[in-house]
């Protein structure tokens, strides 16, 4: 890399998280093979809601645009990352990675904004049950998602569009698995306590903004269920938004211990935490939407089994 500024880049390095061969050879069957069920699995939710008419709701719906947001996640990180492990050429163009790093805070920023959606959906069904029909109307759902898309889409142009102001000049190897807004301030030679800001004040708005929806959408779900009489009543509305609860924790969990520090602190054991959101999670998705949701299996079970689904539950 050579130049005194970022049109000077010609690429950078993505390392990964080792550079030892027998650790490389390991983990690329790892990710390949989640890689594979992370793809099946968001597809099968994909496939299932559309083709099943029981499952066209408004939560089914955001859970199809969760399953295609995660679907779109991993495809933009994990083929280039199974590539790099399989070759020595371990190069990606600067416009590569400003790519890569485009989709990863749009869709990151987009699958937050469905979680706080969800949240509100089953606020809604749990404690206004008699508007629930006319509160989630087609209209309000629509507009809900497109609003969600667009300003994930606008957030990712506007941090990209800041690191385009940042130089780089020195070392150009990346310790991670994909492009990182944070190891790329790292290996930023000029000034970026300004761009570092503007991204943690921007950031703790986007995504604490939905998940204060998330928190008071479940303080009023619990309130309304602990005053339900009937202990079995109380069970089939808790297990409604077990599922969205789970996969909420391990969202802002693992983003949690990648985001919520200094830059100076972020450091190689935050790999494994990249890892974890970037992988994981979108893999865990729909194991833990269909594990227990009776509609789920109904609507995978007439997918994939079609008629004799049909005659082994008729």
């Not at 950031?203 to 998330?214: A, E, K, Q, R, T």
């Not at 008071?216 to 938004?241: E, H």
């Not at 391990?250 to 974890?276: E, I, N, R, W």
């Amino acid at each position: 890399m050579h130049g005194s500024n970022q049109s000077g880049v010609s690429d950078f390095l993505l390392l990964g998280i080792s550079e030892s061969p027998e650790e490389q050879q390991i983990m690329f069957w790892m990710f390949l093979s989640m890689y594979l069920v992370t793809v099946m699995g968001n597809l099968l939710i994909i496939l299932a809601i559309s083709f099943d008419s029981h499952l066209h709701t408004p939560m089914y719906l955001f859970l199809a645009n969760l399953s295609f947001t995660d679907l779109f996640f991993v495809t933009n990180t994990i083929p280039k990352t199974l590539v790099n492990l399989q070759s020595q050429d371990k190069a990606i163009s600067y416009t590569g990675c400003l790519t890569q790093l485009y989709f990863l805070v749009c869709l990151v920023t987009l699958d937050n904004l469905i979680l706080a959606t969800m949240a509100y959906d089953r606020y809604v069904a749990i404690c206004r049950p008699l508007r629930y029909i006319t509160a989630m109307s087609p209209g309000l759902c629509v507009l809900l998602l497109t609003l969600s898309w667009a300003l994930s889409v606008l957030y990712g142009l506007f941090l990209t569009l800041l690191m385009t102001k940042v130089t780089f000049c020195g070392s150009r190897r990346i310790h991670y698995i994909f492009c990182e807004m944070y190891v790329l301030l790292r290996l930023a030679c000029s000034n970026t306590q300004m761009i570092h800001t503007v991204q943690i004040t921007t950031g703790c708005f986007i995504f604490f903004s939905p998940l204060g929806v998330m928190v008071m959408s479940y303080v009023w779900i619990v309130r309304t269920i602990l005053r339900i009489p009937s202990a079995s009543s109380k069970y089939k509305a808790f297990s409604t938004c077990g599922s969205h609860l789970a996969v909420v924790s391990l969202f802002y969990g693992t983003l949690s211990m990648v985001y919520l520090q200094p830059l100076k602190t972020h450091s190689m054991k935050d790999s494994v935490a990249t890892v974890m959101y970037a992988v994981v999670t979108p893999m865990m998705n729909p194991f833990i939407y269909s594990l227990r949701n009776k509609d789920m299996h109904g609507a995978l079970g007439r997918l994939l089994l079609g008629k004799a689904f049909q005659r082994l539950t008729g």
